[in-house]
């Protein structure tokens, strides 16, 4: 993964925000490279980290693929009547065209990092704008690590890239044995 950022997608109004929405979903922006990680390797992950068999009880938390060619379309439609097919079960993903991204509020970027103080604060001294601090792949890494994706051998294998202290590598890696062990 080479970044992500959380934000609002999908809807008709300009500048939505987290308590002005308008008709937008929350949603995830991936930057990735293709020679290491497929669209369908992201679909795949997509699928596997929610359940789409409910409708969502708001149009913020809509289940949605958006594509940006015919190529991520197929893809998309492909994987979603195979996972309905796997699941025995209807599915209420949207599959649409992106339009438009718009980037969530500061304080929604990170989510799992910003549980660890002192890993933001070193971050925060690298990265002092907050642009910055979101266009990271160490900071995304290591938020999905936080978060409890990937593993420790990848982790370990990667950790001095990441331009953290001792005590931060210490924090990141026994927190993510923990995250990681579920």
Do not use: C
């Not at 080479?2 to 930057?31: F, I, M």
């Amino acid at each position: 993964m080479v970044r992500t950022r959380v934000g609002y997608a999908g809807g008709t109004s300009e500048d939505p925000a987290y308590y002005n929405l308008g008709d937008h979903s929350e949603t995830l922006q991936v930057d990735y490279d293709p020679s290491i990680l497929s669209y369908s390797d992201l679909l795949q992950v997509f699928w596997e980290s929610h359940n789409p068999e409910f409708p969502a009880y708001s149009r913020q938390y809509a289940s949605i693929i958006f594509y940006h060619d015919k190529e991520q379309r197929r893809l998309a439609e492909e994987s979603g009547a195979r996972e309905e097919a796997r699941r025995g079960a209807r599915l209420h993903t949207e599959i649409v065209p992106y339009s438009a991204f718009y980037l969530a509020e500061d304080y929604h970027q990170k989510y799992r990092l910003q549980g660890h103080p002192g890993l933001v604060e070193e971050y925060r001294r690298i990265y002092p704008a907050m642009e910055d601090f979101v266009a990271s792949t160490a900071v995304a890494r290591v938020n999905g690590y936080l978060g409890g994706h990937g593993d420790l051998a990848t982790l370990r294998k990667e950790l001095d890239s990441y331009g953290l202290s001792e005590a931060g590598r210490e924090e990141l890696l026994s927190t993510a044995a923990r995250s990681l062990a579920w």
